[in-house]
């Protein structure tokens, strides 16, 4: 078989023994893979730089009784800043966490894949979007990228929320809550005696569809208040582990490092 030659996220670094080091890379073209480097540990190796954790790189991949096995890495962009703070490096793992998760959903990846390496161009140079906007603090934009990020992902496999009609009964109109277990707003009628609802307010279900139905490029042009933040956070944090059925360990220590 010849030689794969592609472009890769490295999502997840595991370390063999004390010279190899095991890869999960989303690729451009053959969705995620596994792959082992030999040798990559050490910073002498010609592909140290191109193998490190959020490294966007060109490959050369050789496929080897049914393994991935590294033969070149040239790093597009290394993302550098996102390891200027704890804070943004927290959310970047997390972000990765989440993408290894859920990108065996993706069928059509490529416009996924370029929001993703928006989302962590965005992450890592946050502190210029505070500068330009004159207001605001690092902690409030991280969390905006990752309500976005998180909202985005469940959209894009499919789990759109629904924002026009009760997902319990059907009746359009003003709804109060939000489920994230039936994926949508709730009206007061059903609302009112059951449990884990988000109270919602119209305008937070508009920010909510808008955000379901922003282009991928666009979406991270727009401002919430702080309230609205705090609402539309816990419902994309909690959507997205509801609709996945998965836990992140790395969103735990995530917000043991914000909220510390």
């Given amino acids: ?60 991949l050789d496929n080897k009784t049914g393994l991935h096995y590294i033969s070149s890495a040239e790093p597009i962009e290394t993302f550098y800043p996102l390891r200027e703070s704890v804070e943004k490096m927290s959310l970047a793992v997390y972000l990765m966490d989440v993408v290894n998760a859920v990108s065996r959903d993706f069928l059509d990846a490529d416009g996924y894949f370029s929001f993703i390496l928006n989302t962590l161009f965005l992450l890592g140079n946050a502190e210029q979007r505070l500068a330009e906007q004159e207001d605001g603090d690092l902690l409030t934009e991280l969390r905006r990228l990752k309500m976005v990020f998180e909202l985005k992902t469940c959209v894009e496999a499919g789990y759109a929320p629904e924002t026009e009609c009760c997902v319990l009964c059907g009746t359009p109109g003003l709804h109060t809550h939000f489920d994230c277990v039936s994926g ?53 944090e909690q959507f997205l582990a509801v609709q996945f059925e998965t836990f992140f360990p790395s969103l735990d220590y995530l917000k043991s490092i914000w909220f510390q």
Avoid: W
């Avoid at 592609?6 to 997840?12: D, M, P, S």
């Avoid at 990559?40 to 010609?46: A, E, G, L, P, Y």
């Avoid at 140290?48 to 959020?54: C, I, P």
């Fill in 1 to 60: 078989m010849p030689p794969l030659k592609t472009n890769g996220l490295i999502l997840k670094v595991n370390n063999l023994n004390d010279n190899d080091r095991l890869f999960t890379i989303l690729t451009r073209d053959a969705g995620r893979i596994t792959a082992m480097a030999k040798g990559v540990r050490s910073i002498r190796h010609k592909d140290f730089a191109g193998l490190q954790l959020f490294c966007y790189s060109s490959l050369v």
């Fill in 184 to 236: 949508g707003v709730v009206c007061a009628s059903c609302g009112g005696e059951r449990e884990n609802l988000i109270p919602v307010t119209p305008g937070e279900v508009k920010a909510i569809t808008y955000l379901a139905q922003a282009d991928l490029k666009q979406v991270f042009r727009f401002t919430l208040k702080d309230e609205v933040l705090d609402t539309l956070s816990a419902i994309s």
